[in-house]
């Protein structure tokens, strides 16, 4: 355990110093910024760099998430509440990005479902789902 | 226009629905789509999208005829007023791309029947009609709307309604062809709404003419410069602007002929339309556009895109193919109008928006019809084609003259256009790229008239020509495509005032 416990010590001072820096004023409330690009990047790169069909799906689902995860950030109205009249409270977060991020999550799950809905039938078609034994399958007809 | 009025005058309280027009032309086909599955019926159903189709073009012309006398057509959603609310904005730059819109559906539902039947199971043919007016509903959506976000909206409802109908394609490669799009799509309305939410972050509005008033103030900032980058290439991808064209060839090729005729004419249309308007109207009070070089980098991508994939168009042996990779050739003309940002190339740009519509209808048309008959769009089948369906065939032939701007076409009324407005910048250089580039396209449409005209037809091959329902809408976008070739006045006229339209206040 010891030996484990001095592997991750060094990473451990490095997350408590990034941390720090991003609760400190110099960077106020862009941690959630990070987390957003972090998640854009990975979707992102599942999407190009993946063959299997459900995987891209899924790369796509996660850069879509991201985007609301941005929306819903830029709303956040420090020390604001939860947008309900209410006696007492003054400051309100923005309701309205969060509203239209609804509607683009809605869009997201229609998205998924004929993305997973296409996958099914690709694979009734061709008997696999991995991209590039399917570029092989169409080269062959083409030639 | 008159005309339209009279007719207008006859239906049941016409003064009480003339203010909502702008809306009911996204409303009536978006509560029509559902319809279509209560009335099951491959003829019923088809016969609600024509009815639909027909109204929704009426209601565009109108629109178009108050836009040129009166001016803008505001409309505020549920009364709410803007910035708050939606607000649907129809200045002659959206109506000139309504018209086009509604005209392509009108024309291309009587011809859909047919072929629909023809290469669709019957069990699913009422489906296609209801992807068909949802993807309408998307496609005026986007043009009518004047909220950034509500475009999103719309576009992605065109969007996932154009997937389903590409899917329905009888070859498998169909499956695929949509599963790529859909991907593609998909990465570029996300990027969009990045952009969009980055523009909210700075100005706190969604309204198109709201933010042009307030983007100038903060246009320095990285965020703006940010967003403008993310709402180019997204909607970059959706009109697929070369090298993000890789979706385009292959959906258009597999689509269902009629998908292909109707996307083909209109989809990447309204996306270019999308574009304009974000960089002309909301962004149009920035520096940005000349600023970042953007529009350096949208001559040159056009450049590449007329030559690079008219090229590989000479090499397809699948014509719908060809075609396809000639629409992308094509996009390049409408966006090396954008990049030359003049009212007068713009002008140009916008011509061949309506250009492209009516020769690029007139050819997957053709190839609808020589599918129906002989069960095939490879080259290889086509010999003799010019005896066995002669109609077909000299359909294809006006398109293809169209492609490579042969006096007396479209084609030649917007390439001189933006021939003439590149000349004006003194950017002679592009002026001889459009005409190289239309050598290239003359090679390719001589390999199909070399094929279908000069070689004998095989033995036993299958002759006769296609029911008289699709060749009289193709015969008429043919008609058309020479027609507005003569008289490119008032197509050129209304084209300009679209232009003005964008620019505004620009120089």
């Known amino acids: 355990m010891d030996g484990l416990n001095s592997f991750f010590e060094p990473l451990q001072g490095a997350w408590q110093a990034f941390e720090a820096f991003m609760l400190s004023e110099g960077s106020p409330g862009l941690f959630s910024y990070w987390v957003i690009i972090a998640l854009m990047m990975a979707g992102f790169y599942i999407v190009i760099a993946h063959d299997n069909l459900v995987k891209k799906i899924v790369g796509l689902n996660v850069f879509q998430v991201s985007v609301f995860l941005f929306y819903i950030t830029m709303a ?46 690709i694979r009734n078609a061709y008997g696999t789902i991995e991209d590039d034994e399917i570029q092989a399958i169409e080269e062959g007809e083409d030639a | ?54 109204v929704v073009f009426f209601i565009s012309l109108v629109i178009l005829g ?10 505020e959603l549920g009364g709410w007023p803007p910035p708050w609310g939606i607000e649907y904005r129809v200045d002659a730059a959206n109506a000139f791309v309504l018209v086009i819109v509604g005209l392509i559906g009108a024309i291309t ?49 065109s969007s996932l309604s154009s997937y ?40 706190g509005s969604l309204n198109m003419a709201d933010l042009s008033t307030l983007l100038p103030a903060v246009e ?10 993310f709402i180019v290439v997204g909607l970059g991808l959706k009109m697929a602007i070369f090298p993000l064209h890789t979706w385009l060839p292959n959906a258009y090729a597999y689509a269902p002929s009629v998908a292909t005729v109707f996307l083909a004419s209109t989809a990447t249309k309204v996306a270019i339309y999308a574009l304009l308007r974000l960089v002309f109207t909301v962004f149009g009070g920035t520096t940005l556009f000349a600023v970042t070089g953007v529009q350096e980098v949208l001559i040159i991508l056009a450049l590449a895109a007329i030559f690079a994939a008219a090229f590989v168009a000479v090499f397809q042996n699948d014509i719908k193919r060809m075609l396809a990779y000639s629409s992308v050739s094509q996009i390049g003309y409408m966006v090396l109008g954008i990049g030359l940002a003049t009212t007068q190339g713009l002008t140009g740009g916008l011509v061949h928006l309506f250009n492209h519509a009516m020769m690029k209808g007139t050819a997957f048309m053709a190839m609808g019809a020589i599918f129906y008959v002989i069960g095939s769009v490879q080259l290889k089948d086509m010999a003799g084609l010019g005896r ?16 490579f701007g042969t006096p007396v076409t479209v084609g030649f009324i917007s390439k001189w256009q933006l021939a003439q407005a ?80 964008l620019m505004g206040d620009q120089p």
């Open chain 1, 76 to 121: 956040k109205v420090s020390g604001g509440s939860a947008p309900i009249l209410a006696e007492g409270i003054e400051q309100y977060s923005n309701p309205l990005p969060h509203v239209l991020i609804l509607t683009a999550i809605v869009v997201g799950v229609a998205t998924t479902a004929l993305g997973l809905a296409l996958v099914v039938r």
């Open chain 2, 220 to 229: 320095e900032t990285r965020t703006v410069l940010a967003a403008f980058a």
């Open chain 2, 109 to 157: 539902l009587p011809y859909a029947r047919a072929s629909v039947a023809r290469e669709i199971p019957k069990a699913r043919i009422y489906l296609f009609y209801l992807m068909y007016l949802l993807c309408l509903t998307g496609l005026l959506g986007i043009t009518v709307t004047g909220d950034a976000f509500n475009l999103f909206v719309f576009l992605e409802i």
């Open chain 2, 388 to 403: 066995r369906m002669p109609i077909s065939m000299a359909a294809f032939l006006v398109a293809g003259l169209s492609l």
């Open chain 2, 66 to 75: 108050k836009v040129l006398a009166e001016g803008v057509i505001t409309y």
């Open chain 2, 164 to 203: 389903v109908m590409i899917a329905l394609g009888s070859d498998r490669r169909a499956l695929t062809a949509a599963f790529r799009y859909l991907i593609m799509g998909t990465l570029g309305a996300t990027f969009y709404i990045i952009g969009v939410g980055m523009m909210y972050m700075m100005t």
């Open chain 2, 422 to 501: 590149s000349l004006a910048l003194g950017w002679w250089y592009i002026a001889v790229g459009i005409l190289l580039a239309s050598l290239l396209a003359i090679a390719y449409v001589w390999r199909v008239v070399e094929v279908t005209y000069m070689e004998p037809p095989p033995e036993g091959a299958p002759k006769g020509e296609a029911p008289v329902s699709m060749l009289v809408p193709m015969l008429i976008m043919a008609a058309a495509t020479i027609w507005f070739g003569i008289d490119g006045d008032t197509t050129l006229s209304v084209a300009q005032a679209a232009a003005e339209a």
């Open chain 2, 1 to 54: 226009m008159t005309a339209f009025y009279v007719l207008f005058l006859f239906l049941p309280n016409a003064a009480a629905i003339e203010p909502h027009l702008s809306a009911l032309q996204v409303v009536i086909p978006l509560l029509a789509a559902p319809i279509c599955v209560v009335l099951r019926d491959p003829k019923l159903s088809w016969l609600w999208a024509l009815i639909v189709s027909w």
